[in-house]
């Protein structure tokens, strides 16, 4: 399965780091790579962390291909309303990938471009009352590591998105291969 994840300058380092690493670690019962994970950003320049921290991508907005799982980290808020062609794109992203999950303040971007609508999401505990006032029509539950609708999982602040990702290896391919990539990485995971 394809997992394709959305960096940005401004993104936070374990959104996103966290999540590639599980699903970069996951092996199948048959011990092979479970997933293939890429990172895209919205075109081929240096992407800048928030800590500062360069890196380059392989894929842009342009060339990447279809995800089967969509990883939206958080970082800018606006990123969406900041680039059209962003929102576009997970749009476009979403509608034909099995899962969309959100890290940390990524449910913002989801928020904004109305992935969230009429659902059930949580995000970073500092912005849980901004992300419930901002859109009313989401139930935002603060104190949850993850919330899965199904189709989009959002998750709590930062590390959360271990967790999330590790929930979403259990639900595609089993509890024992979840808390086997748990252990691999030596976090502390209860299924």
Not at 72 to 79: C, D, F, T
């Amino acid at each position: 399965m394809k997992v394709l994840i959305l960096v940005y300058d401004g993104v936070y380092l374990l959104d996103f780091c966290g999540p590639l690493e599980i699903f970069h670690d996951a092996r199948n019962e048959a011990g092979q790579p479970a997933f293939e994970v890429s990172l895209v950003a919205p075109d081929k320049n240096a992407i800048h962390a928030h800590t500062g921290m360069p890196f380059h991508v392989v894929y842009d907005l342009e060339t990447s291909p279809q995800a089967d799982i969509l990883v939206i980290p958080g970082g800018n808020l606006k990123l969406a309303t900041q680039d059209p062609r962003i929102a576009q794109w997970i749009l476009s992203q979403a509608q034909n990938a099995q899962i969309v999950l959100s890290v940390c303040t990524g449910a913002f971007i989801l928020a904004e471009i109305g992935l969230l609508d009429g659902l059930k999401a949580t995000t970073w505990f500092g912005a849980t009352q901004g992300l419930q006032e901002q859109y009313p029509s989401i139930q935002v539950l603060a104190g949850e590591r993850f919330v899965d609708n199904g189709k989009i999982i959002t998750t709590a602040g930062v590390s959360a998105g271990i967790d999330g990702a590790l929930h979403v290896v259990e639900r595609l391919l089993g509890t024992t291969i979840a808390q086997k990539t748990a252990q691999f990485i030596e976090y502390d995971w209860k299924a």
